[in-house]
């Protein structure tokens, strides 16, 4: 039997796209096998109350699709639109509900009719469209993905595609084994170093009779960017609160996603605030970021794991004086909405194999539950709420603290933090006690890209003269270890003294 597609919105507004949506359902040759669209303005007359025949139509449907636009339309006795009406019965009765919103329509929505918008995005995943031609694809979309997640038809999806022009010689098996030895200490991992290729991408099961799929290229590939260009992170620096030149810093991160992670988390937290807090619990200087190094993570990481790779957008990672702001070319799952985003919840990723490796790596550590987890955290921190948007993709906001906890020098508290806006450098000088090897600073700085941590932190400290190797004439020594200078003791007085520290 085929399932009842309710299509809700003001008729005038809408009856141009109304019209378009009925008929494609009817025509288009997969959807026309599973879908009957219901429109009040075709149904037969029945002698009964128009009230009574559009919303016993609603508790008939399947699938509750709802248009928004400017208008709010006819209002009952009640002070309500059908549309609404028929939307709020919809919820009641639990029907799968899909919303879409006409894009430039914002400054002359009818205020009933944002309230309702606003009522909507807190509840539903939705799409914006503009033109009747990208309505029709969006809901297409969000159709055919229905009928893959009940299993009435089966479309192999870029996740576990094989990668035609690739070939197991595309791996790069030191990065594979990197990740074994990472995967065995953090989840167990059945295969040791040295594993052949296909018998541990086949258990990731990214690799199959055909060859690799896209997923082992995007993890474990010797050049990503061969066979996906778009799959890249961009970030950028700005100075204020909105996008203007000049950008002080910005960068195009390209290689695996482990890499393409780490160095974007790394980009962010060495450019953010620290709190330079008293010594507490150890002799270690305390320095913590003014946003957990977890929040920023957890961000980047659904970003790049969840996105289309299939669009050619990229992430985007923004710091912003006031937010960080972290997009990808993707959307919602129909089973979510934003408030659920908000705790732990069922988890849908988009590519599945993609997200399994980096949870083996360590990077997700339980599924469905990132986003909980970074509001959890901000509030801790004492920061503002997150937001999220689906106007283009899907992106998240995270909300620096206030304009005067953090502007320079110690200019503030948050949550009994004090914040500094220490260099690089000077974050290696703060952190270097006594002797340590490379990875104890890193580890002490909560930085994972090796690469990025010995050009922007420590070489430049050794070239400033301000941090040395304790052997020198074996500067790749396994026993390798570094210490402060004359001068960078010197410094690290000076930081103390400058920031209170006790």
């Given at each position: 039997?085929?399932?009842?597609?309710?299509?809700?919105?003001?008729?005038?507004?809408?009856?141009?796209?109304?019209?378009?949506?009925?008929?494609?359902?009817?025509s288009?040759?997969?959807?026309?096998?599973?879908?009957?669209?219901?429109?009040?303005?075709?149904?037969?007359?029945?002698?009964?109350?128009?009230?009574?025949?559009?919303?016993?139509?609603?508790?008939?449907?399947?699938?509750?699709?709802?248009?928004?636009?400017?208008?709010?339309?006819?209002e009952?006795?009640?002070?309500?639109?059908?549309?609404?009406?028929?939307?709020?019965?919809?919820?009641?009765?639990?029907?799968?509900?899909?919303?879409?919103?006409?894009?430039?329509?914002?400054?002359?929505?009818?205020?009933?009719?944002?309230?309702?918008?606003?009522?909507?995005?807190?509840?539903?995943?939705?799409?914006?469209?503009?033109?009747?031609?990208?309505?029709?694809?969006?809901?297409?979309?969000?159709?055919?993905?229905?009928?893959?997640?009940?299993?009435?038809?089966?479309?192999?999806?870029?996740?576990?595609?094989?990668?035609?022009?690739?070939?197991?010689?595309?791996?790069?098996?030191?990065?594979?084994?990197h990740?074994?030895?990472?995967?065995r200490?953090?989840?167990?991992?059945?295969?040791r170093?040295?594993?052949?290729?296909?018998?541990?991408?086949?258990?990731?099961?990214?690799?199959l009779?055909?060859?690799?799929?896209?997923?082992?290229?995007?993890?474990?590939?010797?050049?990503?960017?061969?066979f996906?260009?778009?799959?890249?992170?961009?970030?950028?620096?700005?100075?204020?609160?909105?996008?203007?030149?000049?950008?002080?810093?910005?960068?195009?991160?390209?290689?695996?996603?482990?890499?393409?992670?780490?160095?974007?988390?790394?980009?962010?937290?060495?450019?953010?605030?620290?709190?330079?807090?008293?010594?507490?619990?150890?002799?270690?200087?305390?320095?913590?970021?003014?946003?957990?190094?977890?929040?920023?993570?957890?961000?980047?990481?659904?970003?790049?794991?969840?996105?289309?790779?299939?669009s050619?957008?990229?992430?985007?990672?923004?710091?912003?004086?006031?937010?960080?702001?972290?997009?990808?070319?993707?959307?919602?799952?129909?089973?979510?909405?934003?408030?659920?985003?908000?705790?732990?919840?069922?988890?849908?990723?988009?590519?599945?194999?993609?997200?399994?490796?980096?949870?083996?790596?360590?990077?997700?550590?339980?599924?469905?539950?990132?986003?909980?987890e970074?509001?959890?955290?901000c509030?801790?921190?004492?920061?503002?709420e997150?937001?999220?948007?689906?106007?283009?993709?899907?992106?998240?906001?995270?909300?620096?603290?206030?304009?005067?906890?953090?502007?320079?020098?110690?200019?503030?508290?948050?949550?009994?933090?004090?914040?500094?806006?220490?260099?690089?450098?000077?974050?290696?000088?703060?952190?270097?006690?006594?002797?340590?090897?490379?990875?104890?600073?890193?580890?002490?700085?909560?930085?994972?890209?090796?690469?990025?941590?010995?050009?922007?932190y420590?070489?430049?400290?050794?070239?400033?003269?301000?941090?040395?190797?304790?052997?020198?004439?074996?500067?790749?020594?396994?026993?390798?270890?570094?210490?402060?200078?004359?001068?960078?003791?010197?410094?690290?007085?000076?930081?103390?003294?400058?920031?209170?520290?006790?």
């Amino acid at each position: 039997m085929k399932q009842k597609v309710f299509l809700s919105s003001v008729q005038k507004e809408f009856a141009k796209e109304r019209e378009a949506l009925h008929r494609h359902l009817l025509s288009d040759p997969v959807l026309q096998l599973f879908f009957e669209p219901i429109l009040f303005e075709k149904l037969p007359a029945l002698g009964e109350q128009p009230q009574n025949v559009y919303l016993k139509e609603v508790t008939h449907a399947e699938v509750f699709l709802i248009l928004i636009g400017e208008s709010y339309g006819y209002e009952t006795a009640t002070g309500i639109s059908p549309t609404e009406l028929e939307y709020d019965l919809a919820q009641k009765e639990a029907v799968f509900s899909l919303a879409f919103i006409k894009n430039d329509t914002d400054a002359e929505r009818h205020p009933k009719e944002t309230a309702l918008l606003r009522k909507i995005q807190n509840n539903l995943s939705y799409k914006r469209f503009s033109t009747t031609e990208e309505l029709i694809r969006e809901v297409t979309k969000a159709l055919v993905n229905l009928l893959q997640q009940k299993g009435l038809i089966q479309i192999e999806g870029f996740d576990s595609s094989i990668a035609k022009k690739a070939s197991l010689l595309d791996i790069d098996e030191e990065k594979l084994n990197h990740f074994i030895n990472i995967a065995r200490h953090k989840r167990g991992f059945p295969f040791r170093e040295g594993s052949a290729a296909s018998k541990v991408l086949s258990h990731l099961d990214l690799y199959l009779a055909d060859g690799v799929t896209n997923s082992a290229l995007l993890a474990f590939g010797k050049n990503p960017q061969q066979f996906f260009p778009a799959a890249v992170v961009k970030c950028a620096h700005f100075h204020g609160d909105f996008i203007a030149k000049p950008i002080p810093d910005h960068r195009v991160i390209k290689g695996d996603v482990f890499m393409q992670v780490d160095e974007a988390v790394d980009f962010i937290l060495a450019k953010i605030a620290v709190t330079v807090g008293m010594r507490l619990e150890s002799n270690q200087a305390p320095l913590k970021y003014e946003i957990p190094r977890p929040v920023i993570a957890e961000a980047i990481v659904n970003a790049v794991a969840h996105r289309d790779y299939q669009s050619t957008g990229s992430v985007q990672v923004m710091l912003f004086s006031d937010r960080v702001t972290i997009s990808n070319p993707g959307g919602l799952p129909m089973e979510l909405t934003l408030e659920k985003l908000k705790h732990d919840h069922a988890s849908y990723p988009k590519n599945p194999h993609l997200a399994e490796t980096l949870y083996q790596a360590g990077y997700i550590e339980r599924f469905g539950t990132g986003t909980g987890e970074i509001f959890r955290l901000c509030a801790e921190a004492g920061l503002r709420e997150p937001t999220f948007n689906l106007e283009e993709g899907f992106s998240i906001t995270i909300y620096r603290p206030t304009t005067g906890q953090v502007t320079g020098q110690v200019t503030g508290q948050v949550t009994g933090q004090v914040f500094t806006n220490l260099t690089p450098i000077e974050r290696v000088i703060w952190v270097l006690e006594a002797e340590m090897k490379r990875d104890e600073i890193q580890e002490a700085l909560e930085l994972k890209h090796r690469d990025n941590f010995r050009a922007n932190y420590l070489n430049p400290a050794i070239e400033e003269g301000w941090v040395e190797m304790t052997i020198p004439d074996k500067p790749t020594s396994s026993k390798q270890t570094y210490r402060l200078t004359r001068n960078g003791l010197k410094k690290k007085t000076e930081l103390k003294a400058k920031n209170n520290y006790i």
